[in-house]
């Protein structure tokens, strides 16, 4: 059976920090599916394509990666993909109490889904999508918290 794994967030936009799970994380998974949550309720800085091309051109090199947009509960993406692993970055401590509770949730709703924690390198652990926008919302320059091929006007 092949593992399929889904790293799913908002990436509005992506960072460093992203990128630098998912580089590590692909030789783990045959394929790791990026999964771009499309929350209507939510209203992102970004639009909904600007931010799967970034996504694109961030891990264009890495065959095993692969980018969608999804609505919805994040468990049944991962059943329609067939995808057994939820791949989650960890910053902190405070990273780990959240995402206990939302492995713990999932678990409870898809049995066979397997959360998969990765602790971001240490030089990225302070790089959070949230302040990325308030710089670019004050016109500062981001181009050292987001992937090296992207570049971000507004
Ligand atoms: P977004 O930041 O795209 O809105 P999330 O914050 O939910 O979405 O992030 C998606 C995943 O990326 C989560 O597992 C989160 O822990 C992880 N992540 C976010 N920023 C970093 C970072 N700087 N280092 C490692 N993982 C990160």
Same mark, same amino acid.
């Given at each position: 059976?092949?593992?399929? &794994?889904?790293?799913?967030?908002?990436?509005?936009?992506?960072?460093?920090?992203? +990128?630098?799970?998912?580089?590590? $994380?692909?030789?783990?998974?045959? !394929?790791?599916?990026? &999964?771009?949550?499309?929350?209507?309720?939510?209203?992102?800085?970004? $639009?909904? *394509?600007?931010?799967? !091309?970034?996504? *694109?051109?961030?891990? &264009?090199?890495? $065959?095993? =990666?692969?980018? +969608?947009?999804?609505?919805?509960? @994040?468990?049944?993406?991962?059943?329609?993909?067939? &995808?057994?692993? #939820?791949?989650?970055? #960890?910053?902190?401590?405070? *990273?780990?109490?959240?995402?206990?509770?939302?492995?713990?949730?999932?678990?409870?709703?898809?049995? !066979? #889904? +397997? @959360? =998969? #924690?990765?602790? @971001?390198?240490?030089?990225?652990?302070? =790089?959070? $999508?949230?302040?990325?926008?308030?710089?670019?919302?004050?016109?500062?320059?981001?181009?050292?918290?987001?992937?090296?091929?992207?570049?971000?006007?507004?």
């Amino acid at each position: 059976m092949k593992r399929i &794994a889904v790293f799913p967030g908002s990436f509005d936009p992506i960072t460093r920090g992203h +990128e630098n799970i998912v580089r590590r $994380s692909a030789m783990l998974f045959d !394929e790791i599916i990026v &999964a771009i949550g499309n929350n209507t309720s939510k209203q992102a800085m970004f $639009s909904i *394509d600007r931010r799967k !091309e970034w996504v *694109d051109k961030t891990f &264009a090199d890495i $065959s095993n =990666v692969r980018t +969608e947009i999804y609505e919805g509960l @994040t468990v049944e993406f991962c059943q329609k993909n067939k &995808a057994t692993f #939820l791949l989650r970055g #960890l910053r902190n401590g405070g *990273d780990f109490e959240y995402e206990r509770t939302i492995a713990h949730m999932n678990k409870a709703l898809w049995n !066979e #889904l +397997e @959360t =998969v #924690l990765v602790f @971001t390198d240490p030089e990225f652990a302070s =790089v959070h $999508s949230t302040v990325i926008r308030e710089i670019i919302k004050n016109k500062g320059d981001v181009s050292q918290f987001v992937p090296s091929n992207v570049s971000i006007h507004v």
